[in-house]
């Protein structure tokens, strides 16, 4: 068994590996090809994981958040164009959605008006430029819901091939 650290300022990689309790060396078996150093490189801050790793990491470590905070924290290009989304309830994701989609709706015609023409002039670039904030919010509110439901097929409480199946259905 290994020795617990007391390491200070833990990043979200080994916070997520002991919220499970596995040593590294245990979480190197259960990812196969990430080794325990390479874990504490990772953890160490010695060494950027690649994309592969952390989608391995989130699915060992039942935190699909950390596909995210790559993204929006490691990559390059994510930073500049991954939102960064927090896990929340349910009840505040679906209130968040709500709640946006209705200060869409009032803004929704005026969208038809700036776009009817194929272009947007520079008299409607305020309004457009609130309209689209407004669809930022609701698209990040959905990327939330996609976030909650992932962690919650990682915690067992949802059965992926169930819901999986039920998405292919409505796609039929």
């Known amino acids: 068994m ?12 080994q916070t997520s590996r002991e919220a499970l309790e596995y040593t590294r060396e245990k979480a190197g078996e259960l990812m196969e090809y990430v080794s325990a150093d390479r874990i504490e490189k990772i953890e160490s ?23 995210n905070y790559y993204c929006t924290h490691e990559c390059p290009i994510g930073q500049i164009h991954a939102d ?27 969208l038809v008006d700036i776009t009817v023409d194929g272009e ?3 008299d409607e670039y305020e309004q457009f430029a609130k309209i689209k904030t407004e669809l930022d919010a ?6 939330n819901l996609e976030l909650w439901l992932d962690q919650t097929i990682a915690n067992g409480k949802i059965d992926r091939k169930t819901i ?3 998405l292919s259905q409505l796609k039929e």
């Open 2 to 13: 290994g020795k617990k650290s007391i390491r200070e300022n833990k990043n979200i990689y």
């Open 45 to 67: 801050g010695k060494s950027l994981p690649h994309p592969d790793e952390i989608i391995t990491m989130a699915e060992c470590y039942k935190n699909p958040l950390l596909r």
């Open 84 to 110: 960064k989304l927090e896990l929340k309830d349910l009840s505040q994701i679906v209130l968040e959605i709500l709640s946006s989609l209705n200060a869409f709706e009032h803004e929704k015609m005026d």
């Open 120 to 122: 947007i002039t520079e």
């Open 138 to 143: 609701v698209a990040v509110s959905v990327k």
């Open 164 to 166: 999986n199946e039920a």
